[in-house]
């Protein structure tokens, strides 16, 4: 994998002399005239969540020693730098966030983290184009999977390459692949350490100005460094391969209204507990709808694999909508929203398989508003009130949350 990310990253130097003109790929890069952009900044967010640890209304007592209340408002202090860099025909982005996380009443949860991203945007010619990148970020592992109060530090870390080739006006190739692996501090949940490795090429064919169709294939391996205690002692080893192969689609590029969408068919195969093999249909499709320059409307329906879990990371199916109306008020306001349901389907964990715990299914529901406001330059107000809830046929696995945020944001 590793072997296959650099051949993509030196892809731009073999097809130097190419000159077809780019459609449908990545976004040109500016010219380097503009000059580089860095831009330091600090941010302040102050939030308040009445059920900090996703706890459900009938959790076991036992569960909560220690943690008398649910509710907490905690203050996380940001600061970090953003760079532009174009080079001609090329293009650099970064960013980095050192993160300051302190809690009111949970101070076992504090914690100091986080975000890196750093990215070239390549192009040469006009008929190819592409991204070469890393993200890593270190964090509180979200409770919502976790069934407990106990903390739980994330490391997350992904390298990425994804290039367009513009073969001829009518056809385009499509190479990518991504490395990404995870790690929790919590002993007792290292077994879903994970390394995820993909590769995903398609070749698609211009049906229309700006629409394209194609046929696409990807596989994929997951290897776990520690296997799933199941029996006490006994581990199982849920390293996997994966298939897929497909259909992909996107029309009305440039248009109010796009369409984003494939459908794939995949096969994962398990080291161990082969039982657990399976043969899935997924499909998702995002619908963009700009009707001017003030609103813009994202439609997102799927049914497809969650790429990793924080915890139970063999397999979940997710099935659901996602609707993501913004409104750009005034030069100085913005008004977003998002509205989703989604039921999340646990179909692989070995616990189910040997039959030592039901199939796992969640219902989520989750309404959000934010409002940002930029009074003056270089200064940015964001409000956000967030609603969520699921359900679950395992016990305890329900619980309702609201929570607010208020961000203050400096950037020079």
Do not use: C
Not at 108 to 122: I, K, P
Not at 391 to 408: A, P
């Amino acid at each position: 994998m590793r072997w296959m990310l650099a051949g993509l990253a030196a892809l731009p130097l073999m097809q130097a002399r190419a000159q077809v003109p780019l459609v449908g790929g990545p976004p040109a890069t500016e010219s380097a005239s503009q000059g580089p952009v860095f831009s330091p900044f600090v941010e302040e967010t102050v939030a308040t969540d009445d059920n900090v640890f996703r706890i459900s209304d009938r959790a076991n007592p036992m569960t909560l020693i220690g943690y008398p209340f649910r509710s907490d408002t905690y203050l996380t202090t940001s600061v970090g730098l953003t760079a532009d860099v174009p080079v001609s025909l090329q293009h650099f982005e970064a960013s980095l966030a050192y993160n300051i996380v302190h809690y009111d009443r949970f101070r076992d949860l504090d914690y100091d983290g986080y975000n890196l991203h750093g990215s070239w945007l390549w192009q040469l010619g006009s008929s190819l184009s592409g991204e070469v990148g890393v993200t890593d970020s270190y964090s509180l592992e979200p409770f919502a999977e976790l069934l407990g109060v106990h903390p739980d530090r994330l490391h997350l870390r992904e390298g990425f390459a994804k290039g367009s080739w513009l073969i001829t006006p009518d056809y385009k190739l499509y190479l990518g692949g991504d490395d990404l692996t995870q790690s929790n501090s919590d002993p007792l949940g290292q077994y879903n350490n994970v390394t995820v490795d993909s590769f995903e090429a398609s070749l698609s064919r211009l049906g229309g100005a700006g629409d394209w169709i194609g046929l696409d294939g990807r596989f994929e391996t997951g290897r776990f460094p520690f296997g799933e205690p199941v029996f006490g002692t006994v581990t199982v080893n849920n390293d996997y391969d994966q298939y897929g192969y497909g259909v992909v689609a996107d029309w009305g590029e440039g248009t109010p209204s796009r369409i984003v969408a494939r459908a794939d068919e995949i096969l994962r195969r398990y080291s161990e507990l082969t039982q657990r093999n399976i043969n899935l249909t997924t499909a998702r499709i995002e619908y963009t709808w700009t009707p001017s320059v003030k609103t813009l409307v994202s439609l997102i329906a799927e049914r497809d694999i969650s790429p990793y879990e924080y915890v139970h990371s063999s397999l979940v199916l997710i099935k659901g909508i996602i609707l993501r109306p913004l409104w750009h008020a005034t030069p100085k306001i913005d008004v977003s929203a998002e509205l989703g349901a989604e039921s999340r389907s646990y179909l692989a964990d070995p616990l189910i398989t040997v039959g030592l715990q039901a199939p796992r299914v969640d219902k989520v529901h989750v309404v959000e508003a934010v409002l940002t406001y930029a009074p003056i330059e270089h200064v940015t107000l964001a409000l956000s009130a967030e609603h969520e809830q699921r359900s679950s046929n395992i016990e305890f696995g329900d619980y309702v949350d609201t929570n607010y945020w208020l961000k203050v944001r400096l950037a020079l």
